[in-house]
């Protein structure tokens, strides 16, 4: 069976389907970081003491990244202006760019970690440390899903092009809003965990 | 491909229209780069926590914002949209606000 409304809009809600979907999910997702800036908070006021985060993290590898994440973004929706503008060609490369940033956050990312576990500070270290693994690594792993899907539309997805090129467009937007989100986390996690 | 499957969202009015949208993400990322740097350069400055928290929260919501309203498109949607978020920036402000006025002593837990 089809899925309805995936290109006309639905009458009642003025969205399509996907459109809808797409922004339930994410208001789940405000709730699921929510949870744990909400027990970041709890953990650190009710603490006697708490590190600085620049003291304990790499601040000049965690602005790379931030520089990264917001590129990405940019190449993100220049990917769906792309399609907009029925320029196929350009999308590839501008989604092929947002991938490739994406990856190259989770290398930083990974250089940051094994930095911080040849040093032995480990989730269990402190409470400072358990937060931040949570945090970055919950937000790591909505990177690498955003890349799976955002890889999906470039490779094999893309066919849908041919058939329904206003249907592919949409779940173009529509993956670029759940990256744009995982963007939006870092923004908030980036001065929160490194900087304060 | 990408020539046999222009696709009839490239009208005239719509491309000057995207055309418009694209200087505005061009802008956006400029911005975004610039409060970037201030986060940075302002917590060198070793502010006392209270105001550090404040600013760096203050450059966070602006840029979030930025990102919201002209990446996710969020400045022209639909009302179904806002109502949703309506109801996530509710529970979301209510998470924040318990645990805070939880813990000092003498407000709501003695």
Redesign the interface.
């Known amino acids: 069976m089809d899925i309805p409304y995936t290109v006309e809009i639905r009458r009642d ?3 399509t389907n996907g ?2 979907g797409i ?2 999910f994410l ?1 789940s997702e ?2 699921l970081f ?2 744990l ?3 970041y ?2 953990i650190r ?2 603490a006697p003491s708490w590190p600085r985060g ?1 003291t304990m993290l790499d ?1 000049p590898l965690a ?1 790379l990244n ?2 990264v994440l ?2 990405s ?2 190449t ?3 990917a769906w ?1 792309s ?7 350009t999308f590839r490369i501008y989604m092929g760019g947002t991938i490739l940033l994406g990856f190259v956050f989770l290398i930083v990312k990974y250089f940051e970690y094994s930095a911080h576990f040849h040093e032995g500070a480990l989730p269990h270290t402190n409470n400072f440390l358990a937060i931040y693994y949570t945090l970055t690594g919950l937000h790591g792993l909505h990177v690498f899903g955003g890349m799976v899907v955002n890889a999906y539309f470039w490779g094999p997805g ?1 066919k849908l ?2 058939t329904n ?2 249907w592919f ?1 949409n779940r173009v937007e529509h993956s ?2 759940f990256w ?2 995982v ?2 986390v870092w ?2 996690l ?3 965990l490194y ?2 | 491909m990408s020539d046999h499957a222009t696709t009839s969202m490239t009208g005239g009015d719509h491309a000057v229209d995207i055309d418009k949208h694209v200087r505005i993400y061009i802008t956006v990322f400029v911005a975004l780069m610039v409060l970037t740097i201030v986060t940075v350069a302002v917590s060198r400055f070793h502010l006392p926590v209270p105001i550090a928290v404040t600013v760096a929260l203050i450059v966070a919501i602006i840029k979030g914002s930025l990102v919201a309203c002209y990446f996710m498109h969020l400045i022209s949607e639909k009302k179904l949209i806002y109502a949703v978020l309506a109801v996530t920036a509710f529970f979301f402000v209510a998470l924040m606000v318990l645990p805070v006025v939880t813990v000092h002593d003498g407000f709501w837990i003695h």
């Open positions: 809600t003025g969205l459109k809808i922004w339930l208001a405000v709730m929510g949870a800036f909400a027990s908070i709890l006021t009710g620049d601040v602005t931030t520089i917001i590129s973004s940019v993100m929706v220049m202006a399609l907009m503008r029925g320029r196929f060609g893309a092009w041919k090129p206003t467009t670029g809003l744009h989100f963007d939006l923004i908030f980036f001065p929160t900087l304060l």
